[in-house]
């Protein structure tokens, strides 16, 4: 009889912890919706931060994504190659553990070593400092996919290339990239998502903007950036443009995480 | 094509070790002014930014004299006296040296990580159980799921959540600051929950359906084959995700940012507000300079070096990857 109870009283505390794991999200997600559905309004598209709105800072923060993701994606991706296909001996496996450790290095770091190797010497803060130390954090996450989905292709697929007399270099891009092709970009997809809510290393090398911009070799608007010095405003009204600018955000990360999780479900 | 392909394949893998690489020489540079001026004693010296005169006592009295001195010289305007002050404010000066120490943010840090590991612990293990054992495969993928989410949701969001509505209530129940120690380090173990709990499922779910049947059969209840089945069996994969997350913990920046105060003073209490090392540096990058930013480099060094050190022993220890 003990032992049954026992056993009720810890699957019960198990069950009740996973309630609570749903609350916080349902916590977090609600606050968002209430505070942001209040300060939401479209006139936030169409003006720039220094008139209320969140204009510049949403094309800045795309700007910057999508610089990153055209360095970091074909980088990291080029680098999975190698470690998957191309790798001989020891090197492939220290890379892999070397990229799964700086996957997990603290993003304030890259941004403070971005600064010192690209701010400092430029003297000013810039787009592209920006874009670099978010390619940074790219490079891993994308690396780390390649070589997962990589090691899913089965080994037989590359000997049926090789057997017909195809170069690795053919069977890689023809044969063992299209089949691995939909896990890829899955990892893509879940690689900008988590990039594009980066506050940390974007903090002292882009910083964030009030007016408009397209000049990357500024100080240059981003979005998560702003979020942190209007959320910290004595000014009512600059918190509520915080909070609808999070709730922007939140929609968007949780959009481009839940379409990647669906094709891979629907290919499935 | 197939050679010039090899050797960029081979160029770009090489760049992930240039990075780290060049993240542990340039933070070195940067930090190295500090480092000389105030060693390994950075680490245990508490006080940050603070002006100190290391003169004799007497020269003191001397300064304060001069304070005097200076009132009656503007009485007296253009007078010999004017001179002296002069050389004596120089000479004050000089003897004065602005200290940077440590301790108080790798304190901050340390103890805001204990917190968020002691809390979200036991949340994630249940968590975890619930996803492995207990739910239904549906149910499972459902509540798997939205955990995920809670992972995806970006730290700031996590911060301003925090400082809002999470802290008040926090504050309600233990009194003290609403930003403080205790809030920082609950929102940081909210943060690397599911994080820790995806891991330590994904580790349960390698024990084999074989040993947990014929625990079973053997007539044990559920928390028997979980206690004494599953979890002697995915021990090294589970630890190592505690490890990992606690990674995780230490380098967080935003939600730590809104939440922990940013103060540079030793918590006494729990509730009191304190700074983390990521925190200092997001906060004082923008407006340090000479020694004050290589002393922001020199926090930033060793937070590095020790994220890396806990990350690598949590690789090479208990997740070990195999080559295939």
Redesign the interface.
């Known amino acids: 009889m003990k ?2 109870l ?2 009720k009283i ?2 019960s ?6 309630i ?3 609350v ?2 349902g ?2 997600l609600t ?2 919706f209430i505070k942001g559905i209040s300060s939401f309004h479209f006139s936030l598209f169409v003006n720039d931060l220094i008139n209320g709105g969140l204009r510049n800072l949403i094309i800045g923060q795309f700007i910057l994504v999508g610089l990153a993701s055209i360095v970091g994606i074909p ?2 991706m ?2 999975g ?3 998957r ?3 001989r001996g020891k090197y ?11 996957m ?10 971005v ?3 690209v701010v ?1 010497p430029s003297g000013h803060t810039s787009g592209f400092a920006g874009a670099i130390a978010l390619s ?1 954090m790219m ?2 996450i994308v ?1 780390s996919t390649t070589d997962s989905m990589l ?1 899913l292709v089965p080994k037989e697929l590359r000997e049926a290339g090789i057997a017909l007399g195809a ?3 053919k069977v890689i891009f023809d044969i063992v990239i299209r089949s691995a092709k939909v896990g890829i970009m899955t990892g893509i997809l879940l690689a900008i ?2 990039i ?5 290393p974007l ?2 090398t882009s910083q964030t903007s009030n007016y408009f911009s397209l000049d990357l070799t500024h100080a240059f608007p981003s979005l ?1 950036v702003s ?2 010095t209007l ?2 405003d004595v000014e009512a009204s600059s918190r509520d443009l ?2 609808a600018a ?1 709730f922007i ?2 929609v968007l ?2 959009f481009i ?2 379409s990647g ?1 669906f094709i891979t479900r629907n290919k499935k | 094509m197939e050679k010039i392909f090899q050797k960029i394949s081979f160029g770009s893998a090489t760049l992930v070790l240039i990075i780290l690489i060049g993240i542990f020489i340039s933070l070195f540079i940067a930090a190295k002014p500090a480092m000389s001026e105030f060693g390994f004693n950075f680490i245990t010296n508490p006080v940050w930014n603070k002006e100190v005169v290391i003169a004799s006592p007497t020269n003191q009295v001397k300064q304060n004299t001069n304070v005097n001195q200076d009132d009656s010289v503007v009485e007296n305007d253009f007078s010999d006296d004017d001179v002296i002050p002069m050389d004596d404010e120089l000479n004050t000066n000089s003897t004065t040296k602005t200290i940077y120490g440590g301790l108080v943010p790798i304190i901050g840090t340390i103890l805001s990580t204990i917190i968020a590991l002691a809390f979200s612990l036991p949340i994630a293990m249940g968590i975890a159980v619930f996803l492995a054992e207990i739910a239904p495969t549906n149910i499972s993928k459902i509540v798997g799921g939205a955990i995920e989410l809670l992972a995806a949701i970006p730290s700031i969001i996590f911060g301003m959540w925090g400082l809002y509505y999470f802290a008040p209530l926090v504050a309600d129940l233990f009194g003290g600051f609403q930003v403080s120690l205790l809030t920082a380090g609950l929102v940081l173990g909210v943060m690397i929950l599911p994080f820790m709990a995806a891991i330590t499922r994904d580790s349960m779910n390698t024990t084999p359906d074989v040993l947990k049947e014929s625990a079973y059969a053997l007539g044990a209840t559920k928390f028997e084959v979980i206690k004494d089945v599953i979890f002697p069996y995915s021990k090294v994969g589970i630890i190592g995700s505690i490890i990992l997350s606690l990674g995780r913990a230490l380098g967080e920046t935003m939600a730590v940012a809104f939440l922990i105060g940013s103060i540079f003073q030793l918590p006494h209490k729990l509730t009191d507000p304190t700074i983390s090392i990521p925190v200092a540096l997001a906060n004082n990058f923008g407006e340090a300079s000479g020694l004050g930013m290589s002393s922001l480099f020199y926090l930033a060094f060793v937070l590095f070096i020790l994220s890396f050190a806990v990350i690598s022993f949590a690789k090479f220890y208990f997740l070990r990857k195999e080559n295939a």
């Open positions: 032992r049954l026992i056993n810890v699957l505390l198990c069950t009740l912890s996973a609570l794991g749903i916080f999200l916590w977090i606050t968002l980088l990291g080029i680098a190659i190698y470690i296909e191309y790798g492939p496996n220290i890379i892999r553990n070397l990229s799964d450790i700086m997990s290095a603290p993003s304030i770091v890259i941004g403070a070593f600064y010192a190797v400092v940074i490079i891993p690396i090691s170069s690795k270099y998502a988590r594009i809510g980066e506050t940390a903090l002292f998560t979020i942190y959320a910290n915080a909070w999070s955000l939140t990360v949780l995480n839940l999780k």
